[in-house]
């Protein structure tokens, strides 16, 4: 495992988050943005971008296409937000859409990026998503960069999406037109949020467990030659589904170096060549918030915590806008 830098990564806390009482509940918040009303509330303000969007294929190099969707402003196309959810997500998200709706009324144009084996997009790439699949992203960015010429790119990801954002703006690879990155309670240590998800409530464990079952047995229809998971989707677990397919599918020699391999601890962030924003909340059932001590400290890295807020939650009100796309929009303007 990789090991924590001497130093701290500089830290606020937010004071401009307060929740009501009924509504502070880890749990609460994390899943309510994904149930209805909000959830029929989102896709409502996000349907005039919907509407609009436009299919990208992306060329990521090596044979691999990543699909996504742009959506132009219709009086400017100045700048350019990059969106990327998480595990298991896809580009129509509540949480995505909800952030895309405020920064296209705010005048951005817009991509959301589906990843690898996600939004229905298993029959593109013979090969399976995984963590590490790092240069699907960096590919995807250079693809969406090359498209949008001139314009900056400004980039905000979800969980896992965060992590992978945060990860590509520390590669040299990154485009000379990305303008900083906002992660949204990334993933931090993937062990650490594997423990989570095992000894947790177990409402997280079931949810990952069936849609990941659900998006391998679209992968195995899509390939029926190259796949079978029958096996595999009998375990009902997360530990040992990722065991079995590091070990058969990638060339980690365990799971171990895997989730290792996707870890931002440690040093890994030093190398950020661009502004970088997180907001984590400490009482997140799925990411521990301890994580971010150990994160590398560079200048270019600033973190925000709330005290509440869950996972990518940051609900203020079960209607109202969530602080996170407030943040996000305000750490863009600041870039």
Same mark, same amino acid.
């Given at each position: ?11 606020? !806390? ?64 100045? /700048? ?11 580009? %129509?998200?509540? *949480?995505?859409?909800?952030? +895309? ?35 699907? &992203? ?10 949008? #010429? ?25 485009? /000379?037109?990305? +303008?900083?990155? &906002? ?16 000894? #947790?409530?177990? &409402?997280?464990?079931? *949810?990952?467990?069936? /849609? ?31 065991? &079995? ?8 020699? %365990?799971?171990?170096?895997?989730? %290792?391999?996707?870890?931002?601890? #440690? ?28 994160? +590398? ?10 005290? !509440? ?10 209607? +109202? ?11 863009? %303007?600041?870039?």
């Amino acid at each position: 495992m990789t090991q924590a830098p001497a130093a701290q990564v500089a830290q606020q !806390r937010a004071t401009d988050f307060d929740p009501p009482f009924w509504l502070r509940g880890a749990h609460l918040q994390s899943v309510l943005p994904s149930l209805p009303p909000r959830r029929n509330w989102t896709h409502w303000q996000a349907r005039t971008l919907r509407a609009a969007a436009q299919p990208w294929l992306l060329d990521c190099g090596n044979g691999v296409r990543l699909q996504a969707w742009r959506t132009d402003h219709h009086e400017s196309r100045d /700048r350019t937000a990059v969106l990327l959810h998480g595990w298991e997500g896809n580009a %129509d998200s509540c *949480y995505v859409l909800s952030l +895309a709706a405020l920064l296209q009324a705010q005048g951005f144009s817009l991509v959301r990026l589906n990843l690898r084996d996600h939004g229905r997009t298993q029959p593109l790439n013979r090969g399976l998503f995984h963590s590490c699949r790092l240069d699907d &992203v960096t590919g995807a960015l250079r693809a969406i960069a090359a498209r949008c #010429g001139a314009e900056p790119l400004y980039l905000a990801g979800f969980s896992l999406g965060g992590n992978f954002l945060l990860r590509a703006c520390a590669e040299p690879a990154l485009p /000379r037109s990305v +303008a900083g990155v &906002v992660a949204i309670s990334p993933v931090l240590d993937p062990e650490h949020t594997l423990r989570a998800l095992e000894q #947790g409530w177990p &409402v997280y464990h079931s *949810y990952f467990v069936q /849609r990941w079952s659900r998006s391998l047995r679209y992968k195995q229809q899509c390939w029926p030659q190259v796949y079978d998971f029958a096996e595999l989707l009998r375990t009902r677990s997360l530990r040992i589904m990722t065991d &079995v397919l590091v070990r058969e599918r990638t060339a980690f020699a %365990d799971s171990a170096a895997y989730l %290792d391999g996707y870890a931002i601890t #440690g040093a890994r962030l030093l190398t950020l060549s661009v502004p970088a924003r997180i907001l984590a909340a400490d009482d997140d059932p799925i990411i521990p918030a301890a994580d971010l001590d150990r994160l +590398a400290p560079t200048p270019l890295l600033r973190i925000t915590r709330t005290a !509440r807020g869950g996972h990518c939650g940051f609900l203020p009100g079960p209607l +109202a806008r969530s602080y996170a796309d407030q943040f996000t929009l305000r750490q863009f %303007d600041s870039f």
